[in-house]
């Protein structure tokens, strides 16, 4: 992560915590995620 | 026997000949013209752009696939469209000029009784000084050009192994462009690559582009529910700019590219310039320039088509404010007004008005994106389109099939680094793609069917879309079952 200054772009954005991080590329929530956002997708395309 | 011509084999050209060619009795015809021999799968060429994919691996040859399926295909640009025929030719048709080796250059009079334009972008890189890959900046447009930074990046890596500092600028070349969403994708695979290669540190990573805010993309941002609120997309999308340690600049129309420094105008009038060693711009886009004439050779290109060169279909183009935008404004049948045979589908149609609000800097240059097509709404308006015209060439009466992208949404998967076990990708789903906020007041959009994240998952199934979407237009046993 850049450093963050006071009254900089960035210093204001949330940012992720270490657990956030973690999880984004922890295989098994993922594997859990892949499903979820499968499902949401093909909700997408059968509105079609 | 009637003919349908579709114009173009890209994600729109090649989904609606396929379907086409599929529905249709043997006694008609489906011709495709395009100037490409190889078909690409447009998305993957970020990856050709930072080295993890080759320019073979997002392409393959078109005529085998349409040997294959009974598809006539024509290695050929059009030139000009010819509705009424003319005093030698009653039926309508498209005058095409060959780009195959050995003919280049030839003409050729291609008869059609239905007609797709599917033709896509013509990349403007000439709208901004410098711009292109011919000129200070690259892109990743075509599989070639994205080949072509994947090189600048190598040599720009071992530049930065001899311990020097280099500058990249990602984004827009120009105030008026639109795909935020493939530069987004470069950027962080870009990041992501620069710190695989361990040279993360010597690197300055600047984003610039003419949306508002960041997270617009074209489509006015988006809200998201998470955490007991809603939140726009900029708030989820400058965090992820700050995790990474990306700077960015908004606001910015790129008036001109020099090697080594790019000069822009922010809508607040300023003048400013940036360094850049590394600049993967994109152009803005237009229609291809198609020029129609009618019966006697008197051009009527004009009534076909806006002056961005994109077709009129059935949108309402009428000029009015913002305030007054209505969903109903887009397109459903994607039928030329003018000739009820003639269909334009994917990028090539024109836009009735943008779905970001327009700015203007206090010189008048226009500072906000205009409205992306992106995969998902191109193909799946091809195939209505080409069901559509099936059911004409049977002699079907049948009910119209639509496709408005007001009543249509979105699923995009934007990669943020490409690796099996350490990738990640935003997922997003976006319903309706043109917010509507007669029926969403607040937020424009259905909250239910809209949604981000970002995780490995997503880089699982960009690269999985990848595959299906490579099998699905070489049309491999199944390949129906493969979703628009
Ligand atoms: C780098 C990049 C990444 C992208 N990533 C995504 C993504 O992740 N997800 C997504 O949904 N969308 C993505 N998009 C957008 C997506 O590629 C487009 O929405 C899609 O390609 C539009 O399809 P199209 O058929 O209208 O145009 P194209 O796919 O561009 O096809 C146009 C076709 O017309 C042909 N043609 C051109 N001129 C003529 C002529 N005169 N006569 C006949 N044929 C002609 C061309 O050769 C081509 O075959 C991305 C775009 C880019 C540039």
Redesign the interface.
């Known amino acids: 992560?850049?450093v963050?200054r006071p009254f900089e772009?960035?210093y204001?954005?949330?940012?992720?915590t270490p657990l956030t991080?973690a999880?984004?590329?922890?295989?098994v929530?993922?594997?859990v995620?892949?499903i979820v956002?499968?499902i949401?997708?093909?909700?997408?395309?059968r509105?079609? | 026997m009637a003919r349908l011509v579709i114009l173009g084999a890209g994600i729109a050209g090649h989904t609606a000949a396929l379907h086409a060619r599929r529905k249709l009795g043997e006694d008609h015809e489906v011709v495709v013209v395009s100037p490409n021999s190889r078909w690409n799968w447009i998305p993957s060429n970020i990856w050709v752009g930072v080295g993890v994919m080759t320019p073979e691996q997002v392409t393959f040859p078109l005529a085998p696939v349409y040997e294959k399926t009974g598809v006539i295909f024509r290695q050929a640009r059009a030139v000009s469209l010819h509705p009424e025929g003319d005093e030698g030719a009653a039926r309508p048709y498209v005058m095409v000029e060959s780009t195959e080796p050995g003919k280049s250059g030839a003409r050729e009079r291609v008869e059609y009784d239905y007609l797709i334009n599917a033709t896509g972008p013509r990349l403007q890189f000439d709208a901004t000084e410098g711009l292109g890959p011919e000129k200070n900046s690259l892109s990743v447009c075509t599989a070639g050009h994205a080949a072509q930074a994947s090189e600048a990046l190598d040599e720009a890596v071992g530049r930065m192994r001899h311990g020097e500092q280099q500058s990249f600028l990602i984004g827009t070349g120009h105030g008026t462009c639109t795909c935020q969403g493939a530069a987004f994708e470069y950027l962080f695979n870009l990041e992501f690559e620069l710190r695989r290669r361990g040279v993360r540190d010597r690197a300055r990573i600047v984003w610039i582009s003419n949306e508002h805010e960041l997270g617009d993309f074209g489509m006015g941002g988006t809200f998201i529910r998470r955490g007991g609120y809603l939140t726009h997309s900029r708030v989820f999308t400058e965090s992820l700019y700050t995790e990474r340690g990306v700077e960015w600049i908004t606001r910015a129309a790129v008036k001109q590219v020099d090697r080594g420094e790019v000069h822009y105008e922010t809508l607040d009038g300023r003048e400013e310039s940036i360094q850049a060693d590394f600049a993967m711009l994109l152009p803005p886009f237009s229609g291809v320039g198609l020029r129609a004439f009618d019966r006697d050779g008197a051009e009527i290109t004009e009534s076909l088509f806006a002056p961005s060169n994109f077709m009129y279909v059935d949108g309402q183009y009428a000029k009015k404010p913002y305030e007054e935008w209505l969903p109903s404004d887009w397109p459903e049948t994607y039928r030329s007004p003018r000739y009820d045979n003639i269909h334009a589908v994917g990028i090539a149609f024109a836009p009735p008005h943008p779905i970001s609000r327009p700015m203007f800097s206090p010189s008048g240059t226009p500072i906000y994106p205009t409205p992306p097509r992106t995969g998902m709404p191109s193909a799946v308006m091809a195939r209505q389109v080409a069901f559509n015209i099936v059911d004409k060439m049977e002699g079907r009466e049948g009910t119209t099939r639509t496709a408005s992208m007001a009543r249509m949404g979105a699923a995009c998967i934007a990669s943020a680094g490409a690796s099996t076990l350490r990738g990640t990708a935003v997922s997003m789903t976006v319903y309706p793609i043109i917010p509507d906020f007669q029926k969403y007041p607040d937020t424009g959009r259905d909250i239910r069917y809209t949604s981000g994240e970002i995780g490995l998952a997503g880089h699982w199934i960009k690269h999985l879309l990848h595959f299906a979407f490579m099998y699905k237009a070489k049309a491999r046993p199944f390949w129906t079952a493969i979703p628009e």
């Open positions: 992560m850049s963050r772009q960035s204001y954005p949330p940012v992720p991080k999880m984004r590329t922890n295989w929530w993922q594997f995620r892949f956002i499968n949401r997708m093909l909700r997408m395309v509105m079609h």
